[in-house]
């Protein structure tokens, strides 16, 4: 069985270590970038499974709704989790204007990760 691609987008290096450690534990081929820039030409290369963004990203071309509005231009069907924080109200209407398949709020516990990693795995949304 081939392993599931996982693409994740954090410009926070503590976050991104710890997602793509969880996803690799559940046996998925992790890709990850901490700009929007980097990432487009990775999930244009790699054809991920599921992608992971953070809405705010550090200086590059262009931020993380841009890379959402680029992916969903060629593949609306990929799952695409957005992660921001809660003071971004108005990213977070465009971002599910967008086709944001899920958003979690930072600082994430435990149990938001383990949630989101789920989601990027078996490419399903569980709102429980």
Same mark, same amino acid.
């Given at each position: 069985?081939?392993?599931?691609?996982?693409?994740?987008?954090?410009?926070?290096?503590?976050?991104?270590?710890?997602?793509?450690?969880?996803? &690799?534990?559940?046996?998925?081929?992790?890709?990850?970038?901490?700009?929007?820039?980097?990432?487009?030409?990775?999930?244009?290369?790699?054809?991920?499974?599921?992608?992971?963004?953070?809405?705010?990203?550090?200086?590059? &071309?262009?931020?993380?709704?841009?890379?959402?509005?680029?992916?969903?231009?060629?593949?609306?069907?990929?799952?695409?989790?957005?992660?921001?924080?809660?003071?971004?109200?108005?990213?977070?209407?465009?971002?599910?204007?967008?086709?944001?398949?899920?958003?979690?709020?930072?600082?994430?516990?435990? &149990?938001?990760?383990?949630?989101?990693?789920?989601?990027?795995?078996?490419?399903?949304?569980?709102?429980?």
């Amino acid at each position: 069985m081939q392993k599931k691609k996982v693409l994740i987008v954090e410009d926070e290096l503590d976050i991104l270590e710890v997602m793509c450690k969880m996803c &690799e534990i559940k046996n998925c081929l992790v890709f990850k970038a901490t700009n929007a820039q980097d990432a487009w030409q990775i999930f244009q290369r790699e054809k991920p499974d599921a992608v992971s963004i953070d809405i705010l990203l550090a200086p590059s &071309e262009f931020d993380g709704l841009e890379l959402l509005r680029k992916i969903r231009e060629i593949d609306k069907s990929i799952l695409c989790v957005l992660v921001t924080r809660i003071d971004e109200k108005e990213k977070i209407e465009e971002a599910k204007k967008l086709g944001a398949d899920s958003i979690f709020i930072k600082p994430l516990q435990i &149990e938001e990760l383990d949630k989101l990693v789920q989601q990027l795995v078996t490419g399903k949304i569980n709102n429980n």
